[in-house]
């Protein structure tokens, strides 16, 4: 064992107290969100048969963080990580059970569908951006790597695999039960956050006359000068638009090109999550041995070759194990890739820096699912998955440039947090 893995043995993330209670709020906050969900397209269709205005319901998902991603991180570096985080919580559960409580009379609307799209999406431009800051106040920053890693794969289990069976039981108990429980599952989350013992961060004060849109832009230039998070961002955006040109023709490409019908969509899908929770416990060991920048890499490869295996390979269980993989290596990229801009970013920037990268990212996701089904319509129902395995490949080719400002596992003291290339 070297000196590096010894280290990593004896600190490791400690259950009780504030971390213990942050990851029950994830994870239960997560089991909620997976309920809703499912549950607002069952809603959308019940009200009408216009696929546009259904998927409609699913856009209004992404516009908000394009809008107002940049502000939530502006926001986030301003304010109480932990008090905006309850209290968007608070004001979450709120707004779900008032939709909820319109169910139960009969006034559910496409509109107000849409408007609670919307609104639950806006808020939560804020909500993740505190949460990335909250972290480091949490953890010693030699563990982060096994905190984001214990964090995702406990919100992957909550939300990929145990709420799917609740949803059709809750609705069989009405059509608001899904809602109401996710409602809950924020008034919980909020009380849990709200109990954390913290001290806020030291902030430098503001110079005079600062605009949050200067402080944006400062966010912007850090990110961008930042070779390494600057290469992670772009390569994160192209596999982005892989992945929705993947998941937008999915059911597709199993029920068409395979004819493996809904049950192989859905075997498609448990085998997903079921690699990403298999990632969650391998992300660690990966970056262990290779660091951060490295870790991408390895996953970014073992991808490309994955959806080249889905994309040629016509039979199901080729199918399978492409998804197992691209779930088991998704996640380690996701728990390298939120570390990596913990460390490399200043403490009273990380909520601009990380809503910068998400912003820019997250904007990949509707293109590559417009440009996925263009591309189905034109070249067939497996070309999505070919087009991704390409995406993939440059996102590999641009990270090579970053890989020698790496940063180790456990590395609290070599520059790294300050943005400066590691030695």
């Given amino acids: 064992m070297t000196a590096v893995e ?4 004896v600190k490791r993330p400690v259950w009780r107290g504030g971390f213990g209670r942050l990851w029950t709020a994830a994870v239960i906050s997560r089991f909620g969100d997976a309920l809703r969900t499912a549950a607002l397209p069952l809603i959308a269709v019940r009200l009408t048969d216009e696929p546009l ?3 409609s319901v699913t856009a209004c998902g992404y516009v908000p963080w394009l809008l107002f991603g940049l502000l939530g991180g502006a926001v986030a570096d301003r304010v109480d990580q932990r008090r905006a985080m309850w209290a968007v919580d608070t004001v979450r559960g709120l707004l779900v059970a008032g939709f909820a409580f319109a169910v139960v ?3 559910a609307s496409i509109p107000l569908l849409l408007v609670l799209a919307f609104c639950l999406t806006t808020l939560q431009t804020l909500f993740d951006n505190a949460s990335t800051a909250l972290l480091p106040a949490l953890v010693d920053r030699e563990v982060l790597g096994g905190a984001n890693a214990r964090l ?13 069976p609740f949803v059709p039981l809750l609705l069989t108990a009405g059509a608001f039960m899904p809602f109401a429980a996710d409602a809950g599952t924020y008034f919980l989350a909020a009380a849990l956050v709200a109990s954390l013992r913290i001290r806020p961060p030291e902030r430098t004060p503001r110079p005079a006359g600062s605009t949050l849109r200067t402080e944006i832009g400062e966010g912007l230039r850090a990110l961008w000068r930042d070779r390494a998070l600057r290469a992670t961002c772009v390569a994160t955006l192209l596999c982005n638009i892989g992945m929705g040109a993947l998941i937008a023709t999915l059911v597709l490409h199993v029920t068409r090109w395979l004819h493996a019908g809904n049950a192989g969509f859905a075997a498609a899908m448990t085998a997903y999550s079921a690699g990403s929770l298999a990632g969650g416990f391998a992300a660690q060991r990966i970056a262990r041995r290779t660091g951060r920048v490295r870790a991408l ?4 490869t073992v991808q490309t070759s994955s959806l080249l295996l889905v994309g040629t390979v016509r039979h199901l269980a080729a199918l ?23 460390h490399r970013s200043p403490e009273s920037m990380l909520g601009r820096i990380a809503s910068a990268f998400r912003t820019a990212s997250t904007s990949g996701a509707p293109l590559g699912a417009l440009l996925g089904g263009a591309v189905a319509r034109a070249s067939g129902l497996n070309a999505p998955a070919l087009l991704a395995s390409v995406l ?16 180790p596992v456990v590395a609290p003291g070599d520059g790294a947090t300050t943005g400066h290339p590691a030695a």
Avoid: P, Y
Avoid at 6 to 9: D, G, L, N, R
Avoid at 152 to 164: D, E, F, I, K
Avoid at 297 to 300: F, K
Avoid at 322 to 331: P, R, V
């Fill in 152 to 164: 995702m794969t406990g919100q992957q289990l909550a939300g990929g695999l145990l709420a799917g």
């Fill in 297 to 300: 890499l390895v996953a970014g």
């Fill in 392 to 407: 993939f490949g440059l996102a590999v080719t641009s990270l090579i440039s970053a890989r020698k400002q790496d940063v």
């Fill in 105 to 107: 009379l009969g006034h």
């Fill in 320 to 342: 399978l194990i492409g998804m197992l993989l691209l779930g088991a290596m998704g996640m380690v990229w996701n728990v390298n890739q939120v570390t990596l801009m913990q």
């Fill in 53 to 55: 205005v259904v998927a």
């Fill in 6 to 9: 010894a280290a990593e043995a």
